[in-house]
Structures are given as structure tokens and as C-alpha cells.
């Protein structure tokens, strides 16, 4: 994230709120970063460690404490919990021992809510409603010491950066012990802040989406993904998995799952079109004469929308067209037995038992480590074929 040197002569401002409001201070935390003021939030600056230790670091060395109310955070600082009721208690000791000069506290409500602590009494307050922008200004020059400080929306974006990064992560952990509703819920949560700035909100949409879809919910994903694919945004500066090529082809993933097998051999078509790896693929000869000793060069771009297109053609009863994109996603990917598998099964359905059964014994010597997405897809071939078997049973 950028930031100044801890000699910069701008006030440092310590951001203190209960959790159920973190949506609403990453908007104040990015607001106050953009006038210049050198903010400190738990989610973006708390490492690892100590915690406790780290937040009484940061609010002794702040000029500001601004402590941030609801319904929500006062309910619970009655009841004398959660992390704010800590804060607070350490602002309100080291007001007492600091000059007014050094160490301020700055109460902010930032809904309609009734603020009765005589302990806040003394200090200036301030409201976030019911204009935020108002409010934000007479803050804002209160911490700067000018009447109309100068807004940079670039710091702005960088802050939301900085804080998206982190959730992003959290996001990342959650799925990885398998808790994508957590995922989802981090990442739903941010996801109004994040459209304010089209770099971070699409890869947060792709996030929202693929996690939707590994938890089955096809129809919400390529409603994320196709609102992703509406973000204005320079493709070059935006992670590889944020490309639209990327984006069409989970789509058509999701489409594949719906059974949708027309609309998904449309969308990974799309996708392969718009991908420069597979233009190259198509267009070089010798490309097609790839030797098992590694990966055609861009072939991992290519090869889970052939794999969609493949089986989706499969379903739609057009074998050949099927075991092209097979073999092609083969050559894209040598290394991985799932095209032949794919491969060996549509032999066997046009009779060519021969060729099916020289296929399924490469595959058996293949690995059998498969990434998430070529699972899902595999998933839906095997319910393809055991469709169309027990077609040909009662046909028979």
C-alpha cells in the first residue's frame, strides 16, 4: 500500500469500530487516505503476533482516535464487548496522561444513534449521515487543518487495494479449508466499496463467483462473472485469472453445470477466440505435432475451455467435433489424463474400441491430479455418459 514516512507531518489517525461495521470504515479508512491522512486499521496494518500488544503500538503513537458508533457497536460497548470496548478504555487512559496537542480522541457516529457516554461528552463529534460526504469534509478538516482539503481518488484506490488484498486472502484461507460460504460472506461484504474501483471489483466478482460455483450455485456465478465481464478495465494491468478470456471460461464452466450444453459450447468458443494462445495454437502447424515431453507454450489457457466445449458437444450428440477438442486439449496439456480419459470414452461410443482402449492405457500411466475446475468437469462428463448409456440401453 502506499504510505508516507512515519516524519510525515500529516496527522496519523487510529480507525476504531466494531466488526459488524467493517464494510462502512473501509469506505471512511479509503475516504481519509485520500485527503492525506495517514490512517491505521486492523485489517490492513494488524500482522501477526501479539495483537493486543500491536494496538496499543498504534493508538500511543496516533495524533487521533477516531472511534466510530452504530446500534450495533453501542449495544455491544454496553454490555462491555468485543475489541472496541478495549480501544476505547486504552484512547480514554491515554487522553488522560497526554496534552490535548499530542493525543485527541474524535467520537463519529455514522448512523442515527443515541451516543449518551459522559466520558465523550468533552469532545467534538461528528455524523456520517445523513450525508456522508458532509460529514467526511468537516472530519477531514478537522484532521488536516484545511477547510477544503484536496480529495485523491488514486489514494483512495490504493488503499482499497491494500484492504481488498487482505480480504482476498482471508477469502483464499476460508475456501481453502473448505468454508466457501465464509469466503462468499468476505467477499459479498466488500464488494459495494470495491465498485468504486473497476481493478479491484472484478477480481473480487471472479472470486465470488468461482466460490458460488463450487458450492453448486452455477446460476448466481455467471451472474458474477458476467457483471465482471461489464467492469471497464485495461486487460493488461489485471491478474492473468481476471482476464475476460478467464471470466468466459468459468462461465461456460457454470453454463456446462447448469446442462445448459448449447449456451456453454458457445461461451468456452468465445472464450478460445479471444485467447491468444489458442490463436496461435490453431494458426501454427507444428503446433498440432507436439511431443509428450511438455506443454504447449499458453496450452493451460486453452485447455479447460476445450475440455467444456469437448463435453459439451459430447452431450449435444457430436462425437467428432467432441474428440477433436479432446485430442486438442491433450496437446495443450500433456501432462494430465483427463482429456484422454474423455478421449477414450467417445472412441468407444463410435466403435472404435481399438483406439479407445490405446487411449485409456496412456491415460492410466498419466497422473490423476486434477485442478478444481477440470474436477468439475469431469463430473459433468460422467453424468453425460451414464446419461447417454442408459439412452442407448433403453434404445436397445
Known amino acids: ?26 469506505n471512511l479508512y479509503a475516504d481519509l487516505m485520500a485527503v492525506g491522512v495517514k490512517t491505521w486499521i486492523d485489517r490492513c496494518q494488524l500482522g501477526p503476533g501479539r495483537w493486543e500488544e500491536s494496538i496499543k503500538k498504534a493508538i500511543s503513537q496516533s495524533r487521533y482516535f477516531v472511534v466510530c458508533f ?3 457497536s453501542l449495544t455491544k460497548l454496553a454490555r462491555k464487548e468485543g475489541f472496541q470496548h478495549r480501544e476505547l478504555m486504552l484512547a ?7 496534552d490535548g496537542n499530542e493525543f485527541s480522541i474524535i467520537p463519529v457516529r455514522i448512523e442515527d444513534c443515541e451516543l449518551k457516554d459522559p466520558r465523550l461528552a468533552p469532545f467534538q463529534q461528528y455524523d456520517l449521515f445523513p450525508n456522508w460526504n458532509v460529514g467526511l469534509k468537516r472530519i477531514a478538516a478537522h484532521l488536516t487543518g484545511k477547510s477544503d482539503p484536496t480529495f485523491n481518488i488514486k489514494a483512495k484506490y490504493a488503499a482499497l487495494e491494500d484492504f481488498m488484498t487482505t480480504i482476498l486472502h482471508e477469502a483464499k484461507e ?21 465498485s468504486e474501483a473497476p481493478e479491484i471489483m472484478r477480481p473480487i466478482l471472479v472470486a465470488t463467483g ?5 458450492l453448486g450455485h452455477h446460476v448466481e456465478a455467471i451472474s458474477d462473472y458476467d457483471r465482471a465481464l461489464d467492469v471497464s478495465i485495461v486487460e493488461d494491468v489485471v ?13 461456460a464452466l457454470s453454463l456446462l453445470s447448469l446442462g445448459q450444453h448449447e449456451d456453454a459450447a458457445k461461451t468456452a468458443t468465445k472464450g478460445l477466440r479471444s485467447n491468444d494462445a489458442y490463436q496461435m495454437f490453431m494458426n501454427d502447424a507444428s503446433s498440432r505435432l507436439l511431443s509428450l515431453s511438455g506443454p504447449f507454450a499458453g496450452g493451460d489457457s486453452i485447455f479447460l475451455p476445450l475440455m467444456i466445449r469437448g463435453v459439451a458437444l459430447f452431450a449435444l450428440g457430436k462425437d467428432n467435433q467432441a474428440q477433436e477438442d479432446f485430442q486438442r486439449a491433450f496437446q495443450a496439456n500433456p501432462m494430465t489424463a483427463s482429456p484422454l480419459m474423455c478421449l477414450s470414452t467417445v472412441l468407444a461410443f463410435q466403435g472404435q474400441l481399438e483406439k479407445a482402449e490405446r487411449a485409456f492405457n496412456l491415460a492410466n500411466r498419466m497422473t490423476k491430479k486434477e485442478t478444481q475446475e477440470t474436477d468439475m468437469v469431469l463430473r459433468v462428463f460422467m453424468k453425460v ?11 436397445s
Open 92 to 98: 480514554l487512559e491515554l487522553e488522560k496522561s497526554k
Open 1 to 26: 500500500m502506499t504510505s508516507k514516512k512515519e516524519t510525515d507531518p500529516q496527522p496519523k489517525v487510529f480507525l476504531s469500530y466494531a466488526s459488524e461495521d467493517y464494510e462502512r470504515m473501509l
Open 70 to 72: 452504530s446500534n450495533v
Open 210 to 214: 468461482w466460490k458460488r460455483a463450487l
Open 239 to 251: 491478474a492473468e485469472n481476471c482476464k475476460k478470456p478467464r471470466i468466459i471460461e468459468l462461465k
Open 174 to 194: 476460508a475456501s481453502k479449508k473448505g468454508d466457501h460460504y465464509a469466503a462468499i460472506d468476505k467477499l459479498v461484504a466488500i464488494r459495494s466499496i470495491g
Open 385 to 395: 455418459m451414464n446419461e447417454r448409456k442408459a439412452t442407448r440401453v433403453h434404445g
